[in-house]
Nanobody
């Protein structure tokens, strides 16, 4: 089994920053992707960023230049540094890991961008 635990969400003003963390444990290797989705009220779940085991990175266009995904392989942790946050970034952010074609999910952490 795979366990994913997110942390780092909260309330931030527009233009502010937050850093999300996702600690993975269990049978996580070999994995193909680790990354972040988000789900805003009334909207579909959206892939925000992901990183492959080889280090290739993808970002959705709306966060390019503002968000940075990284991984600490020694600690099996993936991070999402979010800068220049906008109200439209408000959502529950969910960590995921894909291994052998199966997606595993964390419970999510709420990010609220509001003045």
């Amino acid at each position: 089994q795979v366990q994913l635990v997110e942390s780092g969400g909260g309330l931030v003003q527009p233009g502010g920053s937050l850093r999300l963390s996702c600690a993975a444990s269990g049978s996580i290797f070999p994995f193909y992707y680790m990354g972040w989705y988000r789900q805003a009220p009334g909207k579909q779940r959206e892939l925000v960023a992901r990183i492959t085991s080889g280090g290739s990175i993808y970002y959705v266009d709306s966060v390019k230049g503002r968000f940075t995904i990284s991984r600490d392989g020694a600690k099996n942790t993936v991070f999402l540094q979010m800068n220049s946050l906008k109200p439209e970034d408000t959502a529950v952010y969910l960590c995921y890991l894909q291994r052998a074609g199966i997606n595993y999910w964390g419970k999510g952490t709420l990010v609220t961008v509001s003045s």
